[in-house]
């Protein structure tokens, strides 16, 4: 082997090397995007979830806030105070 054939043999050494590094960087490339939507749809879900255990919180704190009231006019009107 002269000094040519040895810098062809290694060149396509490197080449085979670096497309195999290049289709496992498109693999995982692939794979981290298949994960990203996966998780954001998880988040979505999450999100949904959570608005509207926060809407259900919303109605209960309100019909909280009218129940006294309610029960102070109730005992006025029978204490004959209205």
Known sequence: MNS???????LGEMKGILTGIAAQLLA????????????????NGHSDRI???ERFQWKVAGVLTCIPI???I?????AGKI
């Open 28 to 43: 995982m490339e692939k794979s981290h995007a298949a994960l990203s939507e996966a998780t954001d749809e998880r988040l």
């Open 74 to 78: 109730a005992g006025w009107i029978i």
């Open 70 to 72: 309610v029960l102070t």
């Open 4 to 10: 040519d054939d040895n810098t062809a043999y290694m």
């Open 51 to 53: 608005s509207r255990v």
